[in-house]
């Protein structure tokens, strides 16, 4: 009966003509939820919900799936981003921010635009490679972000460059990931870095027909000798002690920005501290205004209005950068304008977003630094020892987060959020940091705290998974479980589906009130981005970015992700769309493969040089690839790697820049004893993980 019904309204919508109404991407466009024929915007519209209206694909007709059709991505490999769907043409942002055109029934390339990133990153390269999120879109226009922190607005027609702006300081560490966001003619920009450098956050907002600055707000005080630039810098400083600002302090907005359009406020999801340790950056103590905070800001203007700490005092990485959601929820019978927020800290946290004003708070992942949240203050009852005050704690979550920057989703029909969660927890410990006389570093990896990265993460520590969330209860109505973490974002429909793609390369859609699996397929490759539907000519289809990566993947891979196969450039990125029907056979992207560790029997290693080694590869090498010298897939596995056992073509490489049109940094400052000090960690991490490997198949 159903499927008569689809197939008759097929017929009726072929029978249209084909040309579709153009779209004006304005405010109204953006603010409007019940269209579902377009995907306008990171979040879908300015309430970045993730919802779509759209109902062809539901709980009973998702088995008729099928790939419809694929764009293989060959120079591509990071794929983190959403790709933004308006009248039929499918936009993305790819490795690099390359930038791509596409016809959304076809896959036909309709044009592509490369910022040449790799030439403009410089010495960004060594800590934060090809990842990007997404683009925006405002009448005509796309406007996109580089990691060197230039904005480049394109016409949306041709993909010709119309202006571009360089938002960041390039020599400051700062890069830029996110996604920009659109708003009454402006357009929003933050950016990253504070692990990385002397990083002092801030966003910017700037004219989208000319490119020039119209407003920016900084998130952290500078030195109070300077002046500050408006009173809530005044207001912040009184909050910060010692000589924070020699440190940068941080509170980077490197990913939720949302335009509140009942409000006319921009709310900010802001950065942790710079560096971590918040005894070297405010000795005294103090709770760093605005670092992890949610704060709103007049969109015209870029005025304070209020704010929500969520982490006091941070020290542990517990940004709240992650996406913030309007939703409209009835509480206590009622009607509140609310936004939710699931930060890395890992309490979901309901606000009026009004006034700011907290309204719940509860767990929604495994945490052990604090035991609640104070409804009275506002503030978190933090555990003793959570500040690892007394040597080592073992704390609930780590710096990944109970939820990072994986989109979350929001169905006002069913009423829930679902979440991609993770249990990833990190032992803390600052035991060996000099207090006194701490450096921020420069263009390399430095938290002003130990947590034992330069051991491999092993697999089946961890625990994640997709959650079915009541923000008005404040509980979990289902969850199902799933494999290690770094499982991608999150979409629900009108059609009861929640759609998600994880680290196994697996695509699934699971019903909305129950969490029951309904459809899944194997795509061949780990999935790291959120998926969008749309509409064309009557049909609803799913595209999905398919491409392992982004930098938690790197960080702390670890054999945690490296078991999966995914390794540097094995398998073939892909764009992938979905359609009641579809026919197309998966692509197939290249078998999994798990690199083997050299160990030579002749290299004897030298004990002092490993450590040695240990600390520059934490420094320097780590952030690509990977916890204990095993890649989680950003980047080659250099305990397998040939070229790097071999001196001189690992100097060559390492120091003289042979591979740089790939992506691979130079370092210049490293010495011939520091290259020699690293080949001797790596090749002892080899030569462990070899004993470790026989061992293992004598049982
Ligand atoms: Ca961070």
Same mark, same amino acid.
């Given at each position: 009966?159903?499927?008569?019904?689809?197939?008759?309204?097929?017929?009726?919508?072929?029978?249209?003509?084909?040309?579709?109404?153009?779209?004006?991407?304005?405010?109204?466009?953006?603010?409007?939820?019940?269209?579902?024929?377009?995907?306008?915007?990171?979040?879908?519209?300015?309430?970045?919900?993730?919802?779509?209206?759209?109902?062809?694909?539901?709980?009973?007709?998702?088995?008729?799936?099928?790939?419809?059709?694929?764009?293989?991505?060959?120079?591509?490999?990071?794929?983190?981003?959403?790709?933004?769907?308006?009248?039929?043409?499918?936009?993305?942002?790819?490795?690099?921010?390359?930038?791509?055109?596409?016809?959304?029934?076809?896959?036909?390339?309709?044009?592509?635009?490369?910022?040449?990133?790799?030439?403009?990153?410089?010495?960004?390269?060594?800590?934060?490679?090809?990842?990007?999120?997404?683009?925006?879109?405002?009448?005509?226009?796309?406007?996109?972000?580089?990691?060197?922190?230039?904005?480049? &607005?394109? +016409? =949306?027609? *041709? #993909? %010709?460059?119309? !202006?571009?702006? /360089? $938002?960041?300081?390039?020599?400051?560490?700062? @890069?830029?990931?996110?996604?920009?966001?659109?708003?009454?003619?402006?357009?929003?920009?933050?950016?990253?870095?504070?692990?990385?450098?002397?990083?002092?956050?801030?966003?910017?907002?700037?004219?989208?027909?000319?490119?020039?600055?119209?407003?920016?707000?900084?998130?952290?005080?500078?030195?109070?000798?300077?002046?500050?630039?408006?009173?809530?810098?005044?207001?912040?400083?009184?909050?910060?002690?010692?000589?924070?600002?020699?440190?940068?302090?941080?509170?980077?907005?490197?990913?939720?920005?949302?335009?509140?359009?009942?409000?006319?406020?921009?709310?900010?999801?802001?950065?942790?501290?710079?560096?971590?340790?918040?005894?070297?950056?405010?000795?005294?103590?103090?709770?760093?205004?605005?670092?992890?905070?949610?704060? &709103?800001? +007049? =969109?015209? *203007? #870029? %005025?304070?209005? !209020?704010?929500? /700490? $969520?982490?006091?005092?941070?020290?542990?990485? @517990?940004?709240?950068?992650?996406?913030?959601?309007?939703?409209?929820?009835?509480?206590?019978?009622?009607?509140?304008?609310?936004?939710?927020?699931?930060?890395?800290?890992?309490?979901?946290?309901?606000?009026?977003?009004?006034?700011?004003?907290?309204?719940?708070?509860?767990?929604?992942?495994?945490?052990?630094?604090?035991?609640?949240?104070?409804?009275?203050?506002?503030?978190?009852?933090?555990?003793?020892?959570?500040?690892?005050?007394?040597?080592?704690?073992?704390?609930?979550?780590?710096?990944?987060?109970?939820?990072?920057?994986?989109?979350?989703?929001?169905?006002?029909?069913?009423?829930?959020?679902?979440?991609?969660?993770?249990?990833?927890?990190?032992?803390?410990?600052?035991?060996?940091?000099?207090?006194?006389?701490?450096?921020?570093?420069?263009?390399?990896?430095?938290?002003?705290?130990?947590?034992?990265?330069?051991?491999?993460?092993?697999?089946?520590?961890?625990?994640?998974?997709?959650?079915?969330?009541?923000?008005?209860?404040?509980?979990?109505?289902?969850?199902?479980?799933?494999?290690?973490?770094?499982?991608?974002?999150?979409?629900?429909?009108?059609?009861?589906?929640?759609?998600?793609?994880?680290?196994?390369?697996?695509?699934?859609?699971?019903?909305?009130?129950?969490?029951?699996?309904?459809?899944?397929?194997?795509?061949?490759?780990?999935?790291?981005?959120?998926?969008?539907?749309?509409?064309?000519?009557?049909?609803?289809?799913?595209?999905?970015?398919?491409?392992?990566?982004?930098?938690?993947?790197?960080?702390?891979?670890?054999?945690?992700?490296?078991?999966?196969?995914?390794?540097?450039?094995?398998?073939?990125?892909?764009?992938?769309?979905?359609?009641?029907?579809?026919?197309?056979?998966?692509?197939?992207?290249?078998?999994?493969?798990?690199?083997?560790?050299?160990?030579?029997?002749?290299?004897?290693?030298?004990?002092?040089?490993?450590?040695?080694?240990?600390?520059?590869?934490?420094?320097?090498?780590?952030?690509?690839?990977?916890?204990?010298?095993?890649?989680?897939?950003?980047?080659?596995?250099?305990?397998?790697?040939?070229?790097?056992?071999?001196?001189?073509?690992?100097?060559?490489?390492?120091?003289?820049?042979?591979?740089?049109?790939?992506?691979?940094?130079?370092?210049?400052?490293?010495?011939?004893?520091?290259?020699?000090?690293?080949?001797?960690?790596?090749?002892?991490?080899?030569?462990?993980?070899?004993?470790?490997?026989?061992?293992?198949?004598?049982?």
């Amino acid at each position: 009966m159903r499927r008569f019904a689809l197939c008759a309204a097929l017929a009726l919508v072929v029978s249209l003509p084909a040309a579709q109404a153009q779209t004006v991407v304005d405010a109204k466009a953006l603010g409007d939820q019940t269209q579902g024929r377009n995907w306008l915007a990171y979040g879908r519209n300015f309430h970045e919900q993730r919802f779509s209206p759209l109902t062809q694909i539901n709980t009973e007709s998702v088995k008729q799936l099928g790939l419809e059709w694929n764009m293989p991505l060959p120079r591509d490999h990071s794929l983190l981003g959403t790709p933004l769907a308006v009248d039929g043409v499918l936009y993305f942002s790819g490795s690099w921010s390359v930038t791509r055109a596409v016809d959304a029934k076809t896959g036909k390339l309709l044009w592509e635009y490369a910022p040449k990133s790799i030439e403009h990153a410089g010495e960004r390269l060594r800590v934060m490679w090809d990842s990007n999120r997404g683009l925006a879109y405002w009448k005509g226009t796309l406007v996109i972000c580089t990691i060197d922190g230039r904005l480049i &607005a394109l +016409d =949306a027609k *041709t #993909g %010709k460059p119309r !202006w571009s702006t /360089q $938002t960041t300081d390039t020599s400051k560490a700062l @890069y830029v990931s996110g996604h920009p966001k659109v708003f009454r003619g402006l357009v929003l920009i933050g950016n990253g870095g504070t692990e990385f450098g002397a990083a002092r956050g801030y966003v910017s907002a700037y004219h989208i027909t000319s490119g020039k600055l119209a407003w920016r707000w900084y998130v952290v005080p500078g030195n109070p000798a300077d002046g500050f630039e408006d009173a809530s810098m005044e207001m912040a400083a009184k909050t910060w002690t010692g000589e924070w600002w020699k440190f940068g302090g941080g509170g980077n907005v490197w990913n939720g920005i949302t335009y509140d359009p009942e409000f006319n406020q921009i709310l900010l999801g802001t950065g942790n501290g710079s560096p971590w340790n918040r005894k070297v950056r405010s000795p005294g103590g103090g709770d760093n205004l605005f670092l992890c905070s949610i704060v &709103a800001l +007049d =969109a015209d *203007t #870029g %005025k304070y209005k !209020w704010h929500y /700490q $969520t982490v006091p005092g941070e020290t542990w990485d @517990y940004n709240s950068s992650m996406d913030i959601v309007l939703a409209d929820l009835e509480l206590k019978g009622k009607k509140t304008k609310a936004l939710l927020h699931a930060p890395k800290n890992g309490f979901f946290y309901v606000l009026d977003r009004s006034n700011g004003k907290l309204l719940s708070a509860e767990k929604f992942a495994q945490v052990n630094w604090a035991t609640g949240i104070d409804m009275k203050t506002g503030r978190p009852i933090e555990r003793e020892g959570a500040r690892y005050e007394d040597g080592e704690e073992l704390i609930y979550p780590g710096p990944l987060g109970a939820h990072s920057w994986h989109a979350m989703s929001y169905s006002p029909k069913t009423g829930l959020v679902y979440i991609p969660k993770q249990e990833v927890p990190a032992v803390f410990n600052d035991k060996s940091v000099k207090m006194v006389d701490w450096r921020s570093p420069y263009f390399a990896t430095s938290m002003g705290v130990d947590m034992g990265l330069g051991h491999d993460v092993p697999k089946d520590v961890t625990n994640s998974s997709l959650i079915g969330w009541d923000p008005v209860k404040q509980a979990k109505v289902w969850e199902v479980s799933q494999p290690e973490y770094w499982n991608a974002g999150t979409m629900v429909t009108a059609g009861d589906l929640v759609f998600q793609g994880g680290v196994t390369g697996e695509f699934a859609a699971y019903h909305a009130l129950t969490g029951a699996k309904l459809w899944s397929v194997n795509v061949g490759s780990g999935i790291s981005a959120p998926p969008i539907t749309y509409e064309v000519d009557g049909r609803q289809y799913v595209s999905l970015l398919v491409g392992f990566g982004g930098a938690g993947v790197s960080m702390a891979g670890g054999t945690a992700l490296s078991q999966f196969g995914w390794a540097y450039r094995a398998q073939t990125r892909q764009l992938l769309t979905f359609a009641l029907g579809g026919k197309t056979k998966m692509p197939d992207v290249g078998a999994p493969v798990r690199p083997k560790p050299i160990a030579p029997a002749d290299f004897k290693v030298d004990a002092t040089l490993a450590t040695r080694g240990q600390e520059l590869y934490l420094s320097h090498c780590m952030m690509c690839h990977g916890a204990g010298a095993v890649a989680g897939g950003y980047a080659p596995d250099l305990r397998a790697s040939v070229l790097f056992a071999q001196p001189e073509a690992m100097k060559a490489v390492v120091r003289n820049g042979a591979k740089m049109p790939l992506g691979m940094p130079r370092f210049v400052d490293l010495t011939d004893g520091d290259l020699d000090a690293l080949q001797h960690f790596v090749r002892k991490r080899a030569a462990d993980d070899a004993k470790a490997a026989a061992a293992a198949a004598k049982k």
